[in-house]
């Protein structure tokens, strides 16, 4: 086949599946989980259910493909934030912002008890864990954040009390909780 018909047939393969993803997603927050049928999917998406099952065998294969493709943006943003340029503690802090501000608005639903099972979770940890690593150690060589402890360790610290961002009632506690964090790995004066 010619390159620029490949092209288009992923294009379209990725329209449908993105489609079909954005649509779920919308179908479970105004109906709830277990209401959620393909037949409700292919419908709400425009397609044939011949079509969608071709791209996935049930409704929890959908929401695990959104709940991926999520993770993969969350991965994206913490890239660059790390990325960013400015002073170590800086671009902790606000990594660390983003961090628990996803983990105040996505976590605690049934949902997300289904779909942080699956493999995809790990893997995302790891990166976001070398993400921080990396900057806590740039930190610490700039004396910004503290060094008697490896920087894996002060990562794993930061994830492990952001978790209880999970349970916070609002917004400013959540940013109370990143202060906190914040100033146990912040080298003191």
């Given at each position: 086949?010619?390159?620029l018909?490949?092209?288009?047939?992923?294009?379209?393969?990725?329209?449908?599946?993105?489609?079909?993803?954005?649509?779920t997603?919308?179908?479970?927050?105004?109906?709830?989980?277990?209401?959620?049928?393909?037949?409700?999917i292919?419908?709400?998406?425009?397609?044939?259910?011949?079509?969608?099952?071709?791209?996935?065998?049930?409704?929890?294969?959908?929401?695990?493909?959104w709940?991926?493709?999520q993770i993969?943006?969350?991965?994206?943003?913490?890239?660059?934030?790390?990325?960013?340029?400015?002073?170590?503690?800086v671009r902790?802090?606000?990594m660390?912002?983003?961090y628990?501000?996803?983990?105040h608005?996505?976590?605690?639903?049934?949902?997300?008890a289904?779909?942080?099972g699956?493999?995809?979770?790990a893997h995302?940890?790891?990166?976001?864990?070398?993400?921080?690593?990396?900057?806590?150690?740039?930190?610490?060589?700039?004396?910004?954040?503290?060094?008697?402890?490896?920087?894996?360790?002060?990562?794993?610290?930061?994830?492990?009390?952001?978790?209880?961002?999970?349970?916070?009632?609002?917004?400013?506690?959540?940013?109370?909780?990143?202060?906190?964090?914040?100033?146990?790995?912040?080298?003191?004066?």
């Amino acid at each position: 086949m010619p390159k620029l018909w490949n092209e288009t047939i992923d294009a379209h393969r990725r329209a449908v599946r993105d489609a079909t993803l954005d649509t779920t997603a919308e179908l479970v927050a105004k109906h709830g989980l277990m209401s959620v049928t393909m037949s409700q999917i292919a419908h709400e998406t425009g397609i044939g259910r011949a079509t969608l099952y071709k791209y996935f065998p049930d409704v929890e294969a959908v929401l695990r493909g959104w709940h991926e493709r999520q993770i993969g943006r969350h991965l994206e943003l913490f890239s660059s934030l790390a990325q960013e340029q400015g002073a170590p503690v800086v671009r902790l802090e606000r990594m660390l912002e983003a961090y628990a501000q996803i983990v105040h608005q996505h976590h605690g639903s049934r949902l997300a008890a289904i779909l942080h099972g699956g493999g995809h979770m790990a893997h995302a940890k790891n990166h976001l864990s070398a993400f921080l690593a990396a900057i806590i150690a740039d930190g610490a060589e700039a004396a910004e954040i503290r060094d008697d402890v490896v920087p894996a360790e002060l990562a794993a610290f930061c994830l492990s009390a952001l978790a209880g961002a999970a349970d916070l009632p609002s917004k400013a506690a959540v940013g109370r909780l990143v202060q906190l964090t914040m100033s146990a790995v912040v080298r003191q004066p």
